[in-house]
C-alpha cells in the first residue's frame, strides 16, 4: 500500500513537472512571438538589464581592490603566487627562504581570512539580485498556469497586471539598483579588508626588518665595547685609569645583551602576526625580510586631498549607504503616493464573462470610492507609512551631513599621515647623510684618544653611545617611513601617493 501511494506521488511529481515547464515554454514562445507587443517585454527588458549588471560584477569588486591597493606589485608576482598560496606547505617553504614585502602583499590578499570572509559576504550579496525579480517571476508562471484563456483570434496571452506598470512604472529596477548599492558596499567593505590587512602587513615586515637591523647594531656594539674593555683593562694594569672605567663597561654590555633579549622577543611578536595575516599554523618558520627602501617622493597634498576624497573607502561606503536609501524611499512613495488616475479605464486581461445571467464582473471599474476622495490612495495605514517616510528622509539627510563630515575628517588624516610620512624622510635622510658619518668620526677619535691617554673614559662611552643610537635611529626612520606610508595609503584609499 505505501508503495503504491510513493508511485502515485512519483507520478503526480512528474506530471505536475511537465505542465511547469510547457508553461515556461508557452511563456517564453510567446514573449519571443510578439516582440515589443507582448505585455511581458519591459519586464523581460528590466530583468535582462539587471542580468547583464550581474555578469559585469562577476570580477568588478576583487579586481578594483587589486588596481587601487597593489598598485606597485608586478601582475607577475600576483599570478605567480596564486598556486603557492593554496597551500600551506607552499607558503611555508616561500616565508622560511626569505621573502619581500611584495610577496607578503600577495600571500596576504590571496590568505587572509578577513579578506576571504568579505569576498564570500559579497558574493551573498550579488544572490540576493536574483531575489529581486522571483516574486513577479512566480506571479508571472502562476498566470501562465492557471488562468483560463478566452481569446477571440491571436495569440493566448496571460494575465500582466496593469497595477504592476502604472502610475509608477520600473519598479523591478528600484527593486535592482537597491539590490546593487547592498552589493557595492559589500564591494567597498572587501576594499576596507583589503586595505587594513595590506597596510597592516606592511607594518610588521618593516618592524621585523627594523628589530633584525637593531640586533645587529647591537651585536657591533657590542664587539666595539668588548675591545674598548680590552684597552680598559690595559690601562688599569698599567696605571693610567681606575677600575671604574671597566665597570662601566660592563655596565653598559649588560644592558645591551638585555637589550638583545628584548629584540629577539619583539621579532616572535611581529612572526606571529605575519602568520596571523597569512593564516598559517602557529610556529611556522619565518625567514629573514628582503633588505630593501622605502619608496620615493610624495605627491603635493593638495593632490592627495583630491586622491582621497575620491578613492577613500569610508566615503565611497556612505555615498552606496546614501543611494540605496534615495532608492527605498522613492520605492516607498509609490505605496502611499496618491495615483494619477482614478482608475475607471484600468482593467487586467482576464477571462470574464461580458454579458448575460453568468456575468461575472464588469470588465472594468465603474464608480470611485467617494469616501476616500477621488485619486487618493485607499489604504487606512496611509498617515503611518508617511510618517515613517518623513523619518527615512531625515536619516538620508543626516547620512550625508555624515558624508560632508567624513570628507572633513579625510581632509585632516591626509595631513597628519603626510606629515607623519615627509618627518619620517625629513629625518631618515639628516641621520643617513650627516648624523651617522659624524658619529663614526667621533668614535674614532675618541677611541683613539683614549688609547693615548688624551681623552677621557666619558667622553669615549658617550661616543660609542652616540654611534649605537645613531645608527638605531636611522634605521627607526627608515622603517617608519614606509610604516607612514602605508598609513597614508590606507587613509587615501589607493597606493597613487608618490610622484612618478
Do not use: C
Not at 514562445?29 to 507582448?38: C, I, L, R, W, Y
Amino acid at each position: 500500500m505505501k508503495r503504491d501511494i510513493f508511485l502515485i506521488t512519483v507520478w503526480f511529481f512528474l506530471l505536475s513537472t511537465q505542465v511547469f515547464s510547457q508553461g515556461l515554454e508557452q511563456q517564453d514562445e510567446a514573449v519571443s512571438a510578439h516582440g515589443p507587443d507582448t505585455p511581458y517585454q519591459g519586464y523581460l527588458e528590466e530583468k535582462g538589464q539587471i542580468m547583464k549588471i550581474i555578469q559585469d560584477l562577476e570580477t568588478t569588486a576583487e579586481k578594483r581592490a587589486e588596481d587601487s591597493l597593489l598598485l606597485g606589485v608586478d601582475p607577475s608576482v600576483i599570478d605567480g603566487l596564486r598556486s603557492t598560496a593554496e597551500h600551506d606547505d607552499r607558503t611555508q617553504d616561500l616565508l622560511a627562504d626569505g621573502f619581500s614585502v611584495e610577496e607578503l602583499e600577495v600571500l596576504t590578499l590571496l590568505r587572509n581570512p578577513n579578506i576571504r570572509a568579505n569576498e564570500k559576504r559579497l558574493q551573498a550579496a550579488r544572490e540576493s539580485l536574483s531575489q529581486v525579480w522571483n516574486l513577479d517571476e512566480i506571479l508571472l508562471q502562476y498566470s501562465a498556469f492557471t488562468e483560463g484563456k478566452m481569446n477571440d483570434i491571436g495569440p493566448m496571452k496571460g494575465k500582466d497586471a496593469i497595477a504592476k506598470k502604472f502610475p509608477f512604472p520600473g519598479l523591478l529596477s528600484l527593486k535592482g539598483e537597491v539590490a546593487l548599492k547592498e552589493i557595492e558596499a559589500a564591494g567597498i567593505r572587501l576594499e576596507i579588508a583589503i586595505r587594513d590587512a595590506i597596510a597592516s602587513v606592511k607594518k610588521s615586515f618593516w618592524d621585523f626588518r627594523f628589530v633584525l637591523k637593531a640586533r645587529a647594531i647591537t651585536q657591533e656594539t657590542l664587539e666595539l665595547l668588548e675591545n674598548l674593555e680590552n684597552v680598559a683593562t690595559a690601562r688599569y694594569k698599567s696605571g693610567r685609569s681606575s677600575y671604574q672605567d671597566v665597570i662601566k663597561i660592563n655596565i653598559q654590555k649588560e644592558i645591551l645583551k638585555e637589550s638583545l633579549i628584548t629584540l629577539n622577543e619583539k621579532e616572535l611578536n611581529f612572526k606571529a602576526r605575519i602568520i596571523e595575516l597569512i593564516d598559517l599554523p602557529g610556529g611556522t618558520a619565518i625567514g629573514s625580510p628582503s633588505d630593501i627602501v622605502p619608496k620615493g617622493e610624495l605627491k603635493a597634498q593638495e593632490v592627495l586631498y583630491t586622491l582621497a576624497r575620491d578613492n577613500r573607502q569610508e566615503i565611497r561606503l556612505k555615498k552606496a549607504f546614501i543611494g540605496k536609501m534615495e532608492r527605498m524611499i522613492e520605492m516607498s512613495e509609490t505605496m502611499v503616493f496618491p495615483s494619477y488616475s482614478m482608475g475607471l479605464s484600468q482593467y487586467d486581461d482576464e477571462a470574464v464573462t461580458r454579458v448575460g445571467s453568468h456575468a461575472m464582473k464588469p470588465t472594468f471599474s465603474t464608480s470611485t470610492n467617494a469616501s476616500m476622495g477621488a485619486g487618493l490612495p485607499r489604504m487606512p495605514w496611509y498617515g503611518i507609512n508617511d510618517a515613517y517616510i518623513r523619518q527615512t528622509r531625515q536619516k538620508l539627510e543626516a547620512l550625508r551631513d555624515d558624508l560632508d563630515q567624513i570628507k572633513l575628517t579625510t581632509n585632516t588624516m591626509v595631513r597628519k599621515k603626510w606629515f607623519d610620512a615627509d618627518k619620517a624622510r625629513r629625518e631618515a635622510a639628516l641621520y643617513s647623510d650627516r648624523i651617522i658619518v659624524l658619529s663614526e668620526s667621533a668614535l674614532n677619535v675618541s677611541t683613539r684618544g683614549y688609547e693615548s691617554g688624551k681623552v677621557s673614559f666619558s667622553d669615549v662611552i658617550s661616543s660609542y653611545l652616540t654611534w649605537l643610537n645613531a645608527n638605531m635611529t636611522m634605521e627607526r626612520k627608515i622603517s617608519d617611513v614606509a610604516i607612514a606610508d602605508a598609513e597614508l595609503i590606507r587613509v587615501v584609499g589607493d597606493s597613487e601617493i608618490y610622484e612618478n
